[in-house]
């Protein structure tokens, strides 16, 4: 492999059911930085059935190319079929950079990629840049069971590979006046590209926001102390019109279910109020939590880590301060 070969930042823009992510669209924002520090072009590559009207809008999103491969078997994501036709535009087209959300597609597919490509990935990054001096990718991201971040570099294959969580990275602006090229990939799939088929799709049925995109966030952990005791988290939640989020110890224990974890491993958020109820501050948990606008801890600890990140600290504990609380907010509402 030739690295000097390879120009050029690939997002993979990612759809479901007609629908562009978000990240697709965050990582276009990035991924226009880092076209910009390398002097090169911000491309996407984009995978569906009937998706052309969606792939001009990557183009109002800052992608100077959009390379399209539209096709009945693409219309659902199969692991195999994107695999390969990824790895096969990537082997003509050479790009140096390619990235992906850290969504549930992109974390599964962003491994076959590499693998297929015999290039490295940085999984779940949280920061992107440009090393001045080689030109390399910087990937950071959260170091598992520690507090440390790590940054990593790709120095010698191409592309070099990354997944970034959902919510870090800013969009640009929409602009429909941005011009760009569509380029249509011809689509040849095997058999063997196709060893899975989606036999039925059922949509998970979800009431309220979801927590990365909920106003209000009512976080807890282990300082509730039982799944009995949640009552009083959903209590808040109900009281303010939040989404509640969790760390992944009650999740653990078997507390509280779903798709509710905040963290490394977990959701990334930014809602404009993140109330933490019994959460110790570890990094695993913090680095989904950065962006909040205002962070109110309610802790019995009062050297707790998480009342380093907070805004508003409540030494206490949660089922006192709560009660108190759900009945200020309801007396207030009923004025
Ligand atoms: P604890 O650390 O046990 O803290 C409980 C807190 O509650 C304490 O500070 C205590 O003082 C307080 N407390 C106790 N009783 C009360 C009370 N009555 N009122 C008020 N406060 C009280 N964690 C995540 O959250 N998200 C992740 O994505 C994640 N990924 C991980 C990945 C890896 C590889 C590993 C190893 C760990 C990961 N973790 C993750 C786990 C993480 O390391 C911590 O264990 C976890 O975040 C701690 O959860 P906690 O704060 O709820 O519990």
Redesign the pocket.
Known sequence: MICSEYHGVWVFAEQTDGRLSTVSLELLGKGRDLANSLNTQLSAIFLGSRIETMAHELIHYGAEKVYVADEPNLGSYTTGAYTSVIAKQVLESKPEIMLFGASDIGRDLAPRVAKRLGTGLTADCTELAIEKESGLLLSTKPG??SSMMYTFVCAQSRPQMATVRPSVMQALEKDTKRKGQIIHIPVRLEATDMPVKIVNRVKQARKGAKLEEARIIVGA???V?SAEKFAVIHQLAEALGAEVGV????LDEGWITGDC??????KTVKPELYIA??????I??IS?IWDSDTIVA????PR?DIFGIADYGIVG???EVLPMLIEEINKRRRV
């Open positions: 598992y069971g952990g282990m300082g102390g760390t992944k110890d009650p974890m905040i963290g490394q491993t977990g109820c019994g959460i110790s501050g570890a695993q948990h989904g309610i802790n019995t600890d707790a504990d949660l089922h």
